[in-house]
């Protein structure tokens, strides 16, 4: 039982007691920790599921815990996170037996604390081992339950269940717990998708072709942006759901369209790589170091078509006076509920304030945006959340308020044909259990 394997889970020891302390994005943490340590790609693997696996069941974990040591409440941090890391480990993982976990947990606190600490440590998780865990079905409302069983906060479930039924709930709560797969969307203006995947191949990557977009792939194994094709410009990594706006939006050669918020570049990108590096993209976002990001993505695409401009998108009608786009595209900050399993920590920090707020924030960005689009042109209003306020709600109060907009209902025939099953009018709520995606919204307004 050596160095390697406690070095790893003592490196998910110490992301989770970060982020869980700083709020920071676990996703982010967890990328910049594998650059600097030198750990094989087994072990990136198995860094990676400890993490994300006791983040994702944090809740569930706790409700096993509790009754093992409810006389020591006081425990400090990192003892609860290294007891919650090794029961993730003896309830969810078969390929660890639990007497090395038990055995490596007790290692590590050792030398994080004393010996009084190794004995508690190794005292609560023998006697889990010989009593096994408590029962879930002690909580007998419904809700509370899928809250607990899942580990999402139990506002949201009852607020989804309350949106959506419960069984398109506990669908959504059960798959938001599953790795997420990573996809690529290829750059058609440089490479087909077959020879694309051919090249990916060929470097030893298992990749299938996206059922969902004609242009993106799905890699099985492996992460697509440390290859050489990456670099080259011959894909981007985006969510299969979000390439989806750019075929609401329907730009075509030669228009002048407008992304109002759009780091890291995804859409942009995706939109110009459609007009086929004609026309203009003018790509705004409130951040220069974002904004950044947008002209390094288009830079390694070899996309001309794409200006970028640092500004706030509420006060976007002073800098373009006398300029009117054919498109706009509005993918509004959003509570981010529909990727969850990108980043578990988020439902753990998120209010039903934080819904309330942003739903303002989507109505004034509209209300600014909307003056810029000329006479017919399509208006699109995406977010990467399952939320009716911020949804549905944000949309229809618009059109309340602006009655020279109206639902585009034609948007269905520019999909991708795997998608139309789902679109009955101008708008489009995609569940995570639809098709593995993340969750994400789209509207599609037309100006008459």
């Known amino acids: 039982m050596t160095s390697k394997k406690n070095n790893v889970r003592e490196i998910a020891l110490d992301l989770l007691t970060t982020i869980e302390k700083n709020q920071s994005y676990s996703n982010l943490l967890l990328n910049t920790t594998i650059e600097k340590s030198e750990l094989s790609q087994k072990d990136v693997g198995l860094l990676t599921e400890l993490t994300y696996g006791t983040l994702q069941r944090k809740m569930a974990l706790d409700f096993y815990l509790n009754p093992f040591i409810k006389d020591n409440k006081k425990l400090a941090d990192w003892i609860h996170h290294l007891l919650r890391l090794t029961l993730y480990q003896m309830v969810y993982l078969d390929r660890i037996p639990d007497r090395a976990a038990i055995y490596e947990a007790v290692d590590i606190a050792k030398k994080r604390g004393h010996k009084g600490i190794a004995s508690l440590v190794n005292g609560v ?42 069984d398109k709930t506990k669908e959504m709560c059960e798959i938001n717990l599953t790795a997420p797969m990573q996809t690529a969307r290829v750059n058609l203006t440089k490479i087909s998708r077959d020879e694309c995947v051919a090249l990916l191949e060929e470097d030893g990557f298992q990749i299938e072709k996206s059922p969902i977009i004609p242009e993106a792939i799905r890699c099985l194994k492996g992460n697509l942006a440390s290859t050489i094709s990456f670099k080259y410009g011959m ?3 985006q969510d299969e759901s979000s390439m ?62 794409i200006k970028t401009s640092v500004s706030d998108s509420r006060h976007l009608q002073d800098k373009f006076k006398d300029v009117l786009f054919d498109r706009i595209l509005l993918d509004a900050p959003c509570s981010g509920l529909g990727v969850m399993r990108r980043k578990p920590d988020m439902k753990y920090t998120k209010t039903e304030k934080d819904l309330e707020r942003l739903s303002t924030i989507q109505q004034d960005l509209l209300k600014s945006v909307s003056p810029l689009l ?15 306020e911020e949804n549905e709600n944000t949309v229809m109060k618009f059109l309340e308020n602006n009655p ?26 995609v569940f995570p259990q639809d098709f593995g995606s993340d969750g994400f919204y789209i509207a599609v307004l037309k100006k008459v």
Not at 251 to 261: G, P, R, S
Not at 374 to 388: A, E
């Open 125 to 166: 998780l023998r006697s889990i081992q010989r009593k096994g865990l408590p029962s879930l079905n002690e909580i007998s409302d419904p809700n509370k339950r899928l809250a607990m069983e899942t580990s999402h906060p139990e506002w949201l479930v009852t607020r989804w269940v309350n949106q959506f039924g419960f």
């Open 374 to 388: 000329k006479k017919g042109g399509i208006l699109v209003y995406s977010t990467c959340t399952v939320d009716k």
């Open 404 to 429: 020279d907009f109206e639902p585009d209902l034609t948007f269905k025939n520019r999909m991708p044909e795997a998608v139309q099953p789902f679109i009955t009018g101008y708008d489009l709520q």
């Open 235 to 237: 894909f981007t990594i």
């Open 244 to 305: 989806l706006a750019t075929y609401a939006l329907g730009a075509e050669k030669n228009e002048f369209v407008l992304d109002a918020c759009a780091a890291p570049g995804g859409k942009s990108t995706h939109i110009a790589e459609k007009m086929n590096n004609t026309g203009e993209v003018i790509s705004v976002d409130l951040h220069q170091h974002k904004v950044r990001l947008i002209n390094d993505n288009a830079r390694r695409l070899g996309l001309e078509n």
